[in-house]
């Protein structure tokens, strides 16, 4: 009676043993190539969190390559304009703003790229800083661009000779000069008839006794108190009278 018993043990614990066995090869063949373990299978895995990494607003980036005002010597008679190299463009969300700043003072914040500067003065330092902004309102990057100055523009010349007339021994007239800065002009005689003389202030004598009839050109030079000039011709006709 007591040998079956023995027996009946010694099955049960090869039993179990084998079963371990084929367990174990079921899930890692010893032979087979080894899986790789698939982090974004589980929630919070590696792999997920990359990949939510690469797909978040807080990670995107953008970067300033160049920003330069043009033209680089402005009159107040144009606009002055931001050309703005940045990279990644085209991305959905991303916007660019300017600020505009008149002698280090901000004046103007926005979209526009642009600057009137018909509303300044010579002389005035413009810059501008352009940002870059994601989708969530985050600012990406952003520069300063080095500064413009707006030149200073010449006088001119407006039109012919005026008022030219008698007065006692000699003709006199005034040459129509200005300013577009509003800058005191003085006009300086370069060539003409004989006799003929032009005060700083444009104007224009000429006497009797020196006058010939027919038709005379003026050239003459015009600076402004910064030191801009401008030479010009105009003509004017004298005809002897009957």
Do not use: C
Not at 58 to 67: M, T, V
Not at 188 to 216: E, F, K
């Amino acid at each position: 009676m007591k040998r079956p018993r023995v027996y009946t043990v010694l099955v049960l614990v090869v039993t179990v043993a084998a079963l371990g066995v084929i367990r174990y090869g079921a899930e890692k063949p010893v032979a087979g190539p080894e899986k790789p373990a698939v982090a974004s299978q589980e929630p919070g895995g590696v792999a997920s969190r990359v990949r939510q990494g690469v797909s978040s607003e807080d990670n995107f980036r953008a970067w300033i390559k160049a920003l330069t005002l043009r033209p680089a010597f402005p009159n107040r008679d144009e606009n002055v304009a931001a050309l703005l190299e940045w990279e990644p463009q085209g991305r959905p969300g991303m916007l660019v703003s300017y600020e505009w700043l008149v002698n280090d003072v901000s004046m103007k914040t926005g979209e526009v790229g642009t600057l009137v500067l018909n509303e300044y003065h010579t002389g005035d330092h413009v810059s501008v800083i352009a940002t870059i902004t994601g989708a969530n309102g985050k600012p990406l990057a952003s520069q300063r661009s080095l500064s413009v100055v707006i030149q200073n523009r010449p006088p001119a010349l407006n039109g012919g000779l005026e008022g030219f007339a008698k007065r006692g021994e000699e003709w006199v007239g005034q040459i129509p000069m200005s300013d577009p800065d509003g800058d005191h002009v003085a006009a300086r005689l370069v060539s003409g008839p004989a006799g003929l003389t032009v005060q700083p202030d444009g104007t224009v004598r000429w006497p009797v006794a020196a006058i010939r009839s027919g038709t005379h050109e003026l050239t003459v030079e015009l600076e402004d108190e910064r030191g801009l000039g401008f030479r010009g011709a105009l003509s004017f006709s004298i005809e002897e009278a009957p």
